[in-house]
């Protein structure tokens, strides 16, 4: 770096990004000229359980997807709702800390049914949209250059933070209005596109589990919402359970109707196993170890996850061999929150991966049953709330043990029935996954053309 580069920050970081600079399209000037108030703090209220979109949402950095849109679910609220926090149209958020520092919403109006204020971690920006429109600033944020800077910019003192001075700081290259409306009109294209494709991606996915309760003749009415009493004879009372939830619409009356015969899992299975716990202690912390599959490695919709991974020493391979995992396995998570307990999947990796225990290994008998059609089952039967409704809660924990698993009945159509219904299945998810990377690749064309149009280039 030359003396002169030197202003500031003296680190190689930003002398490299500064130079970028000089070769942008459109000069770039400082985001704290484009400002209209100064910038504000969110609230620092405890976040409290949201029930209904009539309660006021609790913006919060991890209600922001990488995208930076607001997450579909009800998200949390607080006890009280300050007036000042409370976000208007067109408005800002910056992450100020934590792993996702940088991290940016825009706040559109039209876009959700319900109030929304924001919290302190994040940081309310607002701009004059005479000079810079918000949804240019924002489209801004989604590029590669911006990361850069933040990249550069960022203090990690503890955990990485970039504070409101540091933020209105942000070089911002700024093209005629003109450019801008075509900028955010082609990002805004493309956001539709990827919304679409997710849509339809969704859909697949949620039919998943009526085209499988269909092949086996299963019918399933609607439970009621309404009912707030009811009453069961003191013959079906069972074991030690003595709780309306277990019993409540007798949770397995529903296989009654298949046209195939019903087994226990402890029949048509050879062995079911629950893994080993590892603390951080115990954890490798440059990340070069074995993956340990726990609940976070496992999605929703029967999915293997390696986005969130613990990873522990090779050495474990030699005491460990019973908990290594093996194609063909079918992993249960027996301990997670009510909502979670039951997720499913099979496994179908090469190389040695080991599992917490919080997940039970089940191997099936393949004469009797296949490994892939278990874990549908046994999954359709964590989004009919199975094991939210017979699951053990204690200390905030829920969990399914090996013996209440075994005793759990499953339908077994002949498995060339089962393999018809797996392979189905797997097709649905294909296409499924096809959409969900069309979007994702939506999204980052659009972002290259836009890279091109503001910093120049081919």
Known sequence: MRKGEIEGRLDPAMILYKRKLLSFQFSAK???QFLRAAPQYGSNQAAVERYSKEQARYIRI?????????????????????????LKNKDVLFARSGATVGKAYLHKSDAVDYECFFAGYMIRFLVNENLLLPEFLFSY???????????????????????AEEYKSLPVPVPPLKVQKQIIKKFAAAYNAKRAKEAE?????????????????????????????????????????LDPLYYRG????????????????????????SGFGAGKQDQDQEEKGIIQIRPTNIGTEGNLKFDKNVFLPFELLETQQENLLQRGDVLFNNTNSQELVGKTVYFDE????????????????????????????????????????????WN???????DLLNSLKVPVPPLEV??????????????????EREAREEVERAKGEVERMILGGE
């Open 30 to 32: 400082p985001l704290k």
């Open 396 to 402: 905030n924990q829920s969990g399914v043990g090996n």
């Open 418 to 435: 089962q393999e018809e219904i797996a392979a189905h299945i797997q097709s649905i998810r294909t296409r499924a996954g096809e959409l």
């Open 201 to 241: 991606a969704k859909s697949l996915l949620d039919g998943i589990d009526a085209y499988l309760l269909e092949r086996l003749g299963i019918e399933t009415p609607a439970a009621s919402e309404t009912q707030k009493t009811f009453f069961i004879y003191h013959s079906k009372l069972s074991g030690d359970r």
């Open 141 to 163: 944020t989604q590029l590669d250059v911006y990361k850069e800077w933040k990249n550069a910019i960022q203090r990690a003192a503890g955990q990485p933070n970039i504070n």
């Open 250 to 273: 007798e949770l397995f009356s529903f296989l009654e109707t298949t046209k195939y015969q019903t087994r226990k899992v402890k029949n048509v299975i050879v062995n079911l196993k």
């Open 350 to 393: 090469d190389g040695d991966f080991l599992f917490s225990n919080h997940i039970t290994r089940i191997r099936t008998n393949e004469s009797k049953v296949s490994p892939q059609y278990l874990a549908l089952i046994l999954n359709t039967y964590q989004h009919r709330k199975i094991f939210y409704s017979i699951c053990t809660n």
């Open 62 to 86: 991890t209600d922001i997807d990488e995208y930076g849109l607001l997450k579909d679910d009800l998200g949390v609220t607080a006890e009280f709702v300050e007036q000042k926090y409370l």
